[in-house]
């Protein structure tokens, strides 16, 4: 009698667990732990290699090397939002967990999606928590020292900003982005 429980319906379980456990972490402590997202990227690429062995095709793709791929785009596409201040180191780790569960083509529709879902979650912030006029002013400041960069090489000579207008628990957008991804991935490659 076959089994009812393959290995890729086992890493989807424990992918939701891992994202579920990210959301509530971040919404508590406003930080997604390193130890959870290093158990995470140990059992995708666990349950990769038996799905491979047990000829089934696992979340992430055929190829041996299908869920490394995935964490290095998952993080990779995240990384330019870190660097310029819009999300957390936790967050491009978090991503990077996703990719390695489900293979670089579908981390690139998560993060579109994450995107999608990080702007709406960003305007029910800003609408409840009442700071739309600082995150405009912090927008603001930001976008002119851009500028400023981009024309003079060097950014505005003031004070960091004094306050920010609010967290974001920016896991909940990569959980809305990555169950979307799963349920309707974007043909995005090959």
Known sequence: MPSLVTVPT???????????LAVASDLRASRIPNRLVLWGLLVAVLLH????LAGQVPLAGTAAWA?????LVGGAALLPLYLLRACGAGD??????VGSFVGPGVVLSAVLY?????????????ALRGV???????????????GQRATTGRGLRMAPLATTAARLPYAAAIAAGTLAALWRPLA???
Do not use: H, Y
Request: glycine share 8%.
């Open 10 to 20: 086992a890493a989807l379980v424990a992918l939701v667990v891992l994202i579920s």
């Open 49 to 52: 290699a038996a799905a491979l």
């Open 67 to 71: 869920c490394i791929a995935g964490m």
């Open 92 to 97: 491009v780790k978090l991503m990077a967990m």
């Open 114 to 126: 994450t995107l999608v879902a990080g702007g709406v979650l960003s305007l029910a912030v800003m």
């Open 132 to 146: 739309t006029s600082q995150t405009l002013s912090n927008l603001r400041f930001l976008l002119t020292d851009w």
């Open 188 to 190: 995005l490659l090959g």
